[in-house]
Each structure stands twice: as C-alpha cells, then as structure tokens.
C-alpha cells in the first residue's frame, strides 16, 4: 500500500512537471521574440555607433517587463509598461499608432525600436521600419507571455512643453526624503546613469562645480524626468509618482551639496 502511495505521488509530479514544461515552451516565432526583446543589437541587424540609426545598446528588457510586475514584482521600476497585454490594446502611444498599423508597429514596439535603440529622433520615426519578421516575432511573444491577462491598464501621458514645465515646476516646490530618493534613483535610474558621478546613457548628473542655481537646475531635471528628453525616458505618474520624483531630486541635491567646491 505504502509503495502504491509513493508510486501513485511519483507519476502526479511527473505529469505535473511535463505539463509544467510544455507550457513554458514558446513557437519558434515566439522565441525569435523573446531573444530580440533582450538583444541591443537585433540579431546583429543594429550596428554599435554613436550615428543616428546605430544601436544605442538599450534593449526592451531594459524599459519593459516581460511579466506582470503587479502579481510578480522584482522590485525594479521601469520607465515603460509591461508589455503583458499588448496584442489586446489596439493601438498605442496615445493613438499615434492606430488598428491599422498596430501589428505591423508590434503594438508600439516599432516606434521604441528606432528611438531609443537607434537613437532616431521622435518626429522622424516611422514606427512601422521595423523588419517584418521581427514585428511579428515581437507581437508573437507578447502573445505567447500574455494569454489572457489585460496587463496594467493605464493612460498614454505626453505632455507637451508647457505641461512639463508645469509638472517640473510643481514637483521641485516638494519637499524630499534624499534616503528614499537613493533607494529609488537605485531601482530605476542606474541602467543609465551608473552613478550620480558617473556618465553612462545618461549624463553625469553630480559634477564637481555645483550649477549656478540649484533651484532652477531642480525645476528643469523634475520637467524631464515626468516628460523625457531626447534618450531619457518619461515617466509616468503610475510609475514615478511627484513624491518619487521629489524624493530622487532630494537625493541628487545632497549629493550636489556635498561634492561641491
Ligand atoms: C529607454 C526606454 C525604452 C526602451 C529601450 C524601449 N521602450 Fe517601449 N516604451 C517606453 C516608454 C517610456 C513608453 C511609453 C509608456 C508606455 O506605454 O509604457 C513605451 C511604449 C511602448 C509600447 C506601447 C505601449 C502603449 O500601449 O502605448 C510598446 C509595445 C513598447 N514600448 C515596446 C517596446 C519594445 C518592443 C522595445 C524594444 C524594441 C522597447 N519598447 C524599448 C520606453 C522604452
Ligand atoms: C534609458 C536610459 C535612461 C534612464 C533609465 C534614465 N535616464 Fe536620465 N538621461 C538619459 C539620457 C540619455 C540623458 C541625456 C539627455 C537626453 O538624451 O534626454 C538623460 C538626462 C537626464 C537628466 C538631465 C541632466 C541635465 O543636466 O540636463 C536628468 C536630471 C536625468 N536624466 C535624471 C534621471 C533620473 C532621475 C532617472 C531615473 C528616474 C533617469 N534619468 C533615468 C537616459 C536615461
């Protein structure tokens, strides 16, 4: 009887374990997807430059999650959505890519893609260049990580110029906690500055000669932090709230204060 137990238990976790397995096995469309999602060079199709249309060495990975990160989060904050729900939303960036074109743009990939891969500027990118093949690998993986899930509903926020400085303005007039604000510029800006010391992607924040006007300096970082720049992401106010914001400009100003001469 004992051995019919354990015998019985050794064939359920079997099964469990191969049901398991064939889940998590993608098409090879959807692993052609998935390996593009993690690769700066795109199959060795983005060269490495400084140029316009050369790679920026940025992958998707680095802005999206490829889970959901509401039920499974890694603490992490990324400037972009999960891309968990993609084929499901019909178009994106705030209807610049419509039904049209959404399959062939990989749900708003294909604009990202030349962007912040290739470093095209936003008002010459044509958010449908992006190979065939690649679009559908894209859109394919998207769908194999999705299933059903909706992924995380939000709002398409850009703003236009005035509406950043507004923000920047607001949040610069909040007070911040600086300890809060280096566990957040750790969580969410390192890809990209390495350090406040340090140049990376992004600019070296901290130099050893303070700004002129710090204040001012404040209102401008907060305006690009909530709107973007050229390379530099915006972040919406479900990812970084004002308070975040406020905490990670408290950090960079301590630090502001303490180096310089
Ligand atoms: C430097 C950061 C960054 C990189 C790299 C990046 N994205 Fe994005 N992406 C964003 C931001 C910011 C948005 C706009 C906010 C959002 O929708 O999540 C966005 C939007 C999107 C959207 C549309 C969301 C919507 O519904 O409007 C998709 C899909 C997407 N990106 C996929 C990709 C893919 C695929 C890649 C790689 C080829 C990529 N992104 C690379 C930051 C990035
Ligand atoms: C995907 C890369 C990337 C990420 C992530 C990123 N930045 Fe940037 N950042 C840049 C780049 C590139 C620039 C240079 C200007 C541009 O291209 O927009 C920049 C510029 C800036 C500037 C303006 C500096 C100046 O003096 O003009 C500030 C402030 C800044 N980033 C803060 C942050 C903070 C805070 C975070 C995290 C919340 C962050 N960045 C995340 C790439 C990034």
């Known amino acids: 009887m004992r051995k019919f137990v354990s015998l019985s238990i050794g064939v359920i976790l079997i099964t469990v374990l191969i049901v398991f397995t064939q889940a998590q096995q993608l098409s090879d469309k959807a692993q052609l997807g998935r390996e593009l999602?993690?690769?700066?060079?795109?199959?060795?199709?983005?060269?490495?430059?400084?140029?316009?249309?050369?790679?920026?060495?940025?992958?998707?990975?680095?802005?999206?999650?490829?889970?959901?990160?509401?039920?499974?989060?890694?603490?992490?904050?990324?400037?972009?959505?999960?891309?968990?729900?993609?084929?499901?939303?019909?178009?994106?960036?705030?209807?610049?890519?419509?039904?049209?074109?959404?399959?062939?743009?990989?749900?708003?990939?294909?604009?990202?893609?030349?962007?912040?891969?290739?470093?095209?500027?936003?008002?010459?990118?044509?958010?449908?260049?992006?190979?065939?093949?690649?679009?559908?690998?894209?859109?394919?993986?998207?769908?194999?990580?999705?299933?059903?899930?909706?992924?995380?509903?939000?709002?398409?926020?850009?703003?236009?110029?005035?509406?950043?400085?507004?923000?920047?303005?607001?949040?610069?007039?909040?007070?911040?906690?600086?300890?809060?604000?280096w566990e957040l510029f750790g969580r969410a800006c390192v890809v990209c500055h390495p350090t406040p010391f340090k140049a990376g992607i992004g600019t070296q924040l901290v130099r050893s000669r303070a700004p002129r006007d710090i204040d001012k300096t404040m209102v401008r970082w907060a305006s690009k932090i909530r709107g973007g720049g050229f390379l530099m992401p915006f972040y919406a106010t479900d990812i970084l709230s004002d308070q975040d914001i406020a905490d990670i400009l408290a950090f960079l100003r301590e630090q502001m204060e303490n180096t310089a001469r």
């Open 37 to 181: 999602f993690h690769d700066p060079t795109f199959k060795g199709t983005i060269k490495p430059g400084s140029k316009p249309g050369n790679a920026t060495g940025l992958t998707c990975a680095n802005c999206h999650a490829d889970f959901d990160e509401k039920e499974n989060p890694d603490g992490l904050i990324r400037a972009g959505h999960s891309i968990i729900g993609v084929p499901g939303r019909g178009s994106a960036k705030g209807g610049m890519i419509t039904a049209e074109n959404f399959e062939r743009a990989a749900g708003g990939g294909g604009f990202c893609y030349e962007h912040f891969l290739q470093r095209i500027a936003g008002d010459k990118v044509n958010p449908t260049a992006i190979p065939e093949e690649h679009a559908e690998a894209l859109m394919a993986y998207f769908k194999a990580v999705s299933g059903d899930n909706k992924g995380p509903q939000f709002k398409m926020e850009m703003l236009d110029t005035a509406e950043k400085t507004a923000a920047g303005e607001k949040i610069a007039a909040m007070s911040g906690n600086s300890e809060t604000g």
